[in-house]
């Protein structure tokens, strides 16, 4: 509660009023109104049965809806991070956050150059880069299951993983050549939710990665705490990735090798990332005192000059968290 004198209750009822009664935007109005690197399509939540091997971390039966990025973060966004970041630049990150390879096909740390277009997807990024990144726009890394719901849909249903044309489609897309220029990002047909390029283009960082065999109910500590090298732990979630629960998938097996053979400062030349965010569950609705603005006499007030009392209005929910 605060008080206002009656002078200034009319003016004041007005702002209350249109503070109370502005809309909150919703994802995909969200991504409507943003430019490309802040382009985001809501994908609903609900059951989906992963191709994780049934009581693996990563295999959650429930998601919860989410946005995700429409096409995968190109080095023209990169390249404005790095400006704004510069401890993110080429020669300055520490090798345990990323190795030597750190974006070394840009021509100069804040010059991309002819080998890295600006509407390409940006690679020879690490995970703790690409999660720095998403963390600068109010964003995160998909979770795995995320990734994989998304993915999931082509053009017109949202679950195509068992129609065999589409599973072509996709094999056909991995067989670019080696060495082959990155195409420019948006160019592949959007699917389902709008998203583009999430097959085909170039693999992805997801947050979990690292964690996705792990067995349900043990941390991320304890997965971080075996004593095992890398080379027996990109054995061991190798091997995982030949039991998952549809051997037929060969595009999502072949995903998860990848993957499962990479540290958190890994850097290759095929692998980008794009950004998702959580979406807050719909805002309570409003309380009577929210909806109905009282017009204060000047008798109620107990005499011109006054002090008013007036509700505060409630905050104004973004669905983003």
């Avoid at 404005?80 to 390879?101: I, S």
């Avoid at 061991?236 to 540290?263: F, K, Q, T």
Wanted: aromatic share 8%; proline share 9%; with cysteine.
């Amino acid at each position: 509660m605060f008080a206002i004198s009656p002078a200034n209750l009319g003016l004041t009822l007005l702002s209350v009023g249109l503070a109370a009664w502005a809309p909150t935007a919703t994802a995909a109005e969200g991504a409507s109104r943003s430019g490309p690197v802040e382009s985001y399509a809501s994908v609903p939540g609900g059951e989906f049965r992963s191709v994780l091997p049934e009581g693996a971390a990563g295999a959650a039966s429930h998601i919860e809806s989410f946005a995700l990025q429409r096409i995968p973060v190109t080095n023209g966004d990169y390249l404005d991070f790095v400006r704004a970041h510069p401890e993110w630049q080429r020669g300055q990150v520490p090798a345990t956050l990323a190795d030597t390879r750190y974006l070394q096909h840009w021509y100069r740390p804040l010059e991309p150059g002819p080998q890295a277009g600006a509407d390409q997807p940006v690679t020879h990024v690490s995970w703790f880069a690409a999660r720095a990144y998403c963390e600068s726009r109010q964003a995160r890394l998909p979770t795995w299951i995320e990734w994989e719901i998304a993915a999931a849909a082509d053009e017109h249903v949202a679950d195509a993983r068992h129609d065999p044309v589409w599973r072509q489609t996709i094999l056909a897309a991995l067989g670019r050549s080696p060495g082959a220029p990155l195409p420019a990002v948006g160019l592949k047909p959007r699917n389902l939710y709008g998203i583009h390029d999430l097959h085909g283009v170039v693999w992805e960082w997801v947050e979990d990665f690292d964690t996705l065999f792990t067995p349900r109910g043990h941390s991320e500590h304890e997965h971080a705490g075996m004593a095992m090298s890398p080379g027996d732990t990109a054995m061991s979630c190798g091997a995982a990735a030949l039991s998952v629960s549809d051997p037929e998938n060969y595009p999502m097996i072949l995903r998860l090798a990848v993957l499962s053979s990479l540290n958190r400062n890994s850097i290759t030349a095929d692998l980008g990332f794009r950004c998702a965010r959580s979406i807050s569950p719909p805002a309570a609705p409003a309380t009577l005192d929210q909806k109905v603005f009282f017009i204060v006499s000047a008798h109620a007030s107990g005499g011109a000059g006054e002090p008013v009392m007036v509700p505060e209005p409630a905050p104004v929910r973004s669905n983003f968290e």
